[in-house]
């Protein structure tokens, strides 16, 4: 029977006043009873507007009906078959601009929690199930994904599934990519992306670790080695900064470097190696998911007064809903309509000051969100001892520099052909951030899983 309330099963999650004096996962996952109630408010609709909006097109009612009926690892199943990385994709996408966004159920209430749900099944599966996945039959050419973020993983899924021999390239000691070194551990444990990583290992892919395309190997080379095609999923590393005075003084941060410290060289346990400096006030500039994680991360670490500074308002705020409250639960201050000016230093060369500069809203940009506009004679200080920069990324240029064949665009963004992601250099392709810059975990998935396709097609072309 449809369960008829107008609400989602609320998210259980660790208590508010603890959870920042620690690191661990805020969100708790639904029990069996919370999601199987949540389960019958989908409505199974006939056009299934849900699917359609999921970059993956994961048969979301379907899952959702195995859950109702309990059959639960039938629900893995049908998620696994689109995605590689089910718990973390119910943990982090925007569900609430994507596949909730279009869900029957939000017309006259909540969307379904069709999120909250996947990250059940996959949690489910994994504690019930500790078999290793059966390596898959590779009969079919040797293929060379680069990076070991979603894209990168998402297409060496769907290659190694269909019988192709994958060798996945990563520069770092560790396999994830921005689900290891920047979303921090009280979002997504790094157990989980481990577990999800660990499957793709048994199904037969090899891996090949500290090893930078670029600088320790290039293009030619992997083709030298026999692969028939490369995929490039090297993502958007290189942090932007502002060009304001002030950038070089020591307590500035880019996000990527604070998160990295953080979470990849766990500089907040006691014994780290990797040094970082806990500040008292902490301005965090941007208003993504890397915004809040720096600025929740800094809150965990200690500090009294942790800032998002950011230029527009909280309707064009670009961060996950449940994040934003979640980081307001936890006492951080969101200054809109901000931006900031400079940053000031103290006799040692540390940060001291900020200024900054109030802000309204005129028309449109190219992004489509109104542009903002100083207010005249509006600046003011604030006194900080950490600033901490969040205000996007570019693609790390190492590979589009050593090989120049590959065309880039004015962002320094890959350019490849919208409907196979192959690039100017024949038989390489890309995905995920190195083509737009920034995107979602999900929409580098959807790239990844493309490329896959078209390589696919490309080398067994089916008559
Ligand atoms: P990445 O995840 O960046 O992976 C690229 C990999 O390639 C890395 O492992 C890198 O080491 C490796 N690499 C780079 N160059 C080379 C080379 N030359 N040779 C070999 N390997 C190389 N998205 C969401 O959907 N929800 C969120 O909540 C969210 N939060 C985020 C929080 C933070 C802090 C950040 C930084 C991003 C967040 N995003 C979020 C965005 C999302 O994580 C990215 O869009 C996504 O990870 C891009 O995937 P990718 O595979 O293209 O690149
Ligand atoms: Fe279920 Fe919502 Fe999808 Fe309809 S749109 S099938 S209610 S999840």
């Known amino acids: 029977m449809i369960n008829k309330s107008p609400h989602k099963s609320?998210?259980?999650?660790?208590?508010?006043?603890n959870r920042v004096f620690n690191f661990n996962e805020v969100a708790l996952g639904y029990a069996l009873e919370e999601a199987l109630s949540e389960a019958k408010r989908c409505l199974d609709c006939r056009h299934k507007p849900c699917i359609t909006e999921c970059p993956v097109e994961?048969?979301?009612?379907?899952?959702?009906?195995?859950?109702a009926d309990q059959h639960l690892d039938k629900a893995y199943r049908i998620i696994s078959d689109s995605s590689v990385l089910p718990a973390v994709c119910g943990r982090v996408c925007p569900q609430e601009s994507q596949c909730e966004?279009?869900?029957?159920?939000?017309?006259?209430?909540?969307?379904?929690?069709?999120?909250?749900l996947e990250r059940f099944v996959a949690d489910y599966y994994f504690t019930h199930h500790a078999e290793i996945a059966t390596p898959i039959t590779r009969d079919k050419e040797p293929i060379a994904v680069v990076g070991s973020g979603p894209a990168g993983l998402s297409c060496a899924h769907d290659l190694v599934k269909k019988g192709y021999q994958v060798t996945l390239f990563e520069a770092l000691h560790q396999l994830g990519g921005v689900l290891v070194y920047g979303i921090p551990e009280f979002r997504l444990p790094k157990e989980i992306v481990k577990r999800e990583i660990h499957r793709l290992i048994d199904l037969g892919v090899k891996i090949e670790k500290n090893v930078i395309i670029g600088q320790s190997l290039f293009i030619k080379d992997l083709f030298d080695m026999g692969y028939k095609a490369v995929f490039l999923g090297t993502g958007a590393g290189l942090p932007k900064f502002m060009n304001i005075p002030g950038e070089m003084l020591n307590g500035v941060?880019?996000?990527?470097e604070f998160l990295t410290r953080i979470n990849l060289m766990k500089a907040y346990q006691k014994d780290a190696e990797t040094p970082i400096f806990k500040g008292e006030r902490v301005a965090v500039i941007g208003g993504g998911n890397v915004a809040l994680d720096a600025a929740r991360s800094a809150k965990r670490l200690g500090a009294n007064h942790v800032m998002?500074?950011?230029r527009r308002s909280m309707k064009e705020l670009p961060a996950r809903?449940?994040?934003?409250?979640h980081a307001k639960d936890e006492q951080i201050q969101f200054h809109l309509l901000t931006h900031l000016k400079e940053i000031i230093g103290d006799e040692n060369g540390h940060v001291k000051r900020i200024r900054l500069v109030e802000m309204t809203l005129g028309e449109p940009d190219e992004s489509g969100r109104r542009r903002p506009i100083e207010k005249k004679d509006s600046d003011f200080f604030m006194d900080v001892d950490t600033v901490i920069m969040a205000i996007g990324t570019r693609p790390n240029p190492m590979i589009m520099q050593s090989s120049l064949e590959l065309e880039k665009n004015a962002y320094g963004c890959l350019v490849t052909d919208p409907n196979t992601g192959e690039t100017t250099m024949p038989m390489v392709y890309a995905g995920g951030d190195v083509v737009t810059g920034s995107a979602t975990v999900i929409l580098a998935m959807g790239a990844g899983r493309k490329a896959a396709k078209a390589i696919d097609?490309?080398?067994?072309p089916s008559f």
């Open 308 to 310: 998002v500074i950011y």
């Open 253 to 256: 941060y880019s996000a990527n």
């Open 101 to 116: 966004a279009v869900c029957v159920r939000g017309i006259k209430g909540e969307p379904v929690a069709i999120g909250h």
């Open 321 to 325: 809903i449940e994040e934003v409250h």
């Open 457 to 460: 097609e490309k080398l067994n």
């Open 10 to 17: 609320p998210m259980p999650t660790q208590n508010q006043k």
């Open 58 to 67: 994961i048969d979301i009612p379907a899952f959702i009906r195995a859950i």
